[in-house]
C-alpha cells in the first residue's frame, strides 16, 4: 500500500507535464522537471533534501510542440 500523502508543493496548474523525479543536477538529491503549458519552457525544480525544493530554473525553451504519451 501507500503511506500517508505529503503535499510537496503548489501552483502547479500552469504546468501540463511532470516530466520525472530524478537527480538531474547531481546533488544527491532528488528534483522534478516541469513543462509550462503556454511557454513550452522547462523548469528544473532542485530539490532542498527535506522534501521541499530549491528556486527553479528554466533550463530549456520550446518543449510545448513535444506530445507526451
Partial sequence: G???RTQVGSGWGVMNA???IGDFNG???NDIL???TASGGLYLYPGNGTGGWLTR???GWGWNGLTLP
Avoid: E, H, P, S
Wanted: charged share 25%; no cysteine.
Fill in 27 to 29: 546533488d544527491g538529491k
Fill in 34 to 36: 516541469a513543462r509550462d
Fill in 18 to 20: 511532470i516530466l520525472g
Fill in 2 to 4: 501507500f503511506g500517508t
Fill in 57 to 59: 530554473t528554466q533550463v
